[in-house]
């Protein structure tokens, strides 16, 4: 089953001598139950795909399907309805409410959706057992390491119930050990709940977690390929065969 797919999609900003076409032409399938990594170097137009993967941004032409829906043709009103019940957002910098707790945080957006409070405490209670922050649901973000707020974050992301789950740099404010371990807790996701990911980034060892990768540059998919990480599971299991 296709969760995502674009066809032919662009993103251009201002006019003639100004023109700037930051994705050109981009086709790519996204599949439920898979982490899907795009890598590229800073300025390739990574960035604004995943801004119209997740329906922040209309394209200029072309079409994104999200769960069969074309985002392009929805209004504002629209994509910001569908971003709330269908699409969850992981960013470098966690965007975490400072004067709320880690619980507060997660039950948030369920609350801004007209959940009644007590379910939506008891979604938030679970996803934080999920990524493993049951036992600092009471604490607020500035009593908590920068893993453990990402880990938080990821709880908020998964409360909605998403389609698809999108990452911007999610470890760049990370150390390396917490980056490792936000990388395995979205791996597992993806192994055990068929949680479909995709994660923007420009480290190697970031996307060597995913199934699949893709190259970009100049807006535009330069290449794609699997994973390290898929490639030595295909290896071991023809191996095993």
Do not use: W
Not at 8 to 21: A, D, F, I, P, R
Not at 113 to 142: F, I, N, T, W, Y
Request: contains cysteine.
């Amino acid at each position: 089953m296709c969760v995502l797919e674009t066809r032919g999609v662009t993103k251009s900003y201002g006019t003639g001598e100004v023109l700037v076409e930051a994705v050109r032409g981009v086709d790519l399938r996204v599949r439920k139950g898979e982490f899907l990594a795009i890598m590229g170097p800073s300025g390739s137009g990574k960035t604004t795909l995943l801004s119209l993967l997740g329906g922040i941004e209309p394209p200029t032409s072309g079409q994104v399907l999200l769960e069969g829906v074309d985002l392009a043709t929805l209004n504002d009103d629209q994509r910001t309805l569908i971003r709330r019940e269908r699409v969850g957002f992981i960013f470098q910098l966690f965007n975490l409410l400072p004067i709320l707790t880690a619980l507060e945080n997660v039950a948030l957006p369920l609350e801004l959706d007209a959940v009644p409070a007590a379910e939506a405490k008891q979604r938030a209670s679970e996803m934080l057992e999920m990524v493993g922050m049951s036992s600092r649901s009471d604490h607020v973000p500035g009593a908590l390491s920068g893993g453990e707020q990402q880990r938080v974050a990821v709880a908020r992301a998964l409360a909605i119930r998403p389609a698809i789950l999108l990452a911007d740099e999610p470890t760049g404010s990370l150390d390396r050990a917490n980056g490792q371990r936000l990388m395995k807790l979205l791996r597992r996701l993806v192994d055990q709940n068929q949680q479909t990911i995709v994660v923007v980034t420009h480290d190697s060892a970031v996307a060597g977690q995913a199934d699949r990768v893709l190259h970009f540059c100049d807006g535009q998919v330069a290449d794609a390929e699997d994973s390290p990480l898929q490639r030595a599971v295909e290896g071991a299991v023809r191996k095993r065969d």
